[in-house]
């Protein structure tokens, strides 16, 4: 079965500071990814996703993913984290088509220091 | 700006009682789902619907969770009796097309079971 896999539990870092949140899934077909963000007490919004085309994907607030098929990975990153972007981050895939079936990662929690 | 709205937003009920969450997908789409969001299991899927037929509903514990979707506009959760480990924030999510594409979660239902 699909497993999608979200290594860092909690991440802290300072506003100013590089953020890389990995995400790695088990299926080798053909895949949609996300990644969804979920501020405190909120509910999960897109933040973006990779469906094919350039395995490098632009979303919102300045966020951008890569996709490498070769490791089975789709990395989440920012070049400069902002104390609004303390949220949790969820990695998510749908893998095949025709298929709604979306599997998420455990979430990964940022905390960003003013 | 459309959007899936979900109610109540916050339930507290007594253990025995008989629970009923209500959500509203996007006008339009066409395949709404249920998923449940704790601190030990994370997001997990409980069912599924398209076209208000139920696909899946294997993560659902079925001697006391039922859903339905009366009409294209409503999708309800129901739980009875409900338990204490029955606590939980419930999302309703949808997506449109046959499958692949990027789900749009509502509000969430924050249960309380005593």
């Known amino acids: 079965a699909q497993s999608v896999s979200q290594h860092n539990h909690h991440v802290i870092l300072s506003e100013a500071a590089s953020l890389e949140l990995g995400c790695n899934y088990s299926?080798?077909?053909?895949?949609?990814l996300f990644w969804y963000v979920q501020y405190p007490g909120q509910h999960l919004q897109l933040l973006l996703k990779y469906f094919s085309g350039d395995p490098l994907v632009k979303g919102i607030k300045g966020f951008e993913a890569e996709f490498i098929k070769s490791k089975f990975s789709f990395n989440l990153r920012k070049p400069s984290v902002q104390w609004s972007d303390t949220a949790e981050y969820f990695c998510?895939?749908?893998?095949?088509?025709?298929?709604?079936?979306?599997?998420f990662g455990a979430g990964t929690r940022l905390t960003v220091k003013p | 700006d459309a959007r899936v709205t979900q109610t109540p937003r916050h339930k507290v009920t007594e253990m025995g009682q008989e629970v009923t969450m209500r959500c509203q997908p996007i006008l339009g789409h066409n395949t709404v789902f249920w998923y449940r969001q704790t601190m030990m299991q994370g997001l997990e899927l409980l069912a599924y619907?398209?076209?208000?037929?139920?696909?899946?509903d294997s993560g659902m514990p079925k001697d006391r969770f039922s859903a339905e979707m009366p009409d294209a506009t409503l999708a309800t959760l129901k739980i009875q009796p409900s338990e204490p480990r029955d606590s939980a924030v419930y999302f309703c999510?949808?997506?449109?097309?046959?499958?692949?594409?990027?789900?749009?979660f509502g509000p969430g239902t924050r249960l309380t079971v005593t």
């Open positions: 299926y080798g077909g053909t895949v949609n």
């Open positions: 619907f398209r076209n208000r037929a139920p696909l899946d």
């Open positions: 999510a949808s997506a449109s097309g046959t499958g692949g594409y990027e789900q749009y």
């Open positions: 998510a895939v749908i893998e095949g088509f025709n298929n709604n079936d979306m599997r």
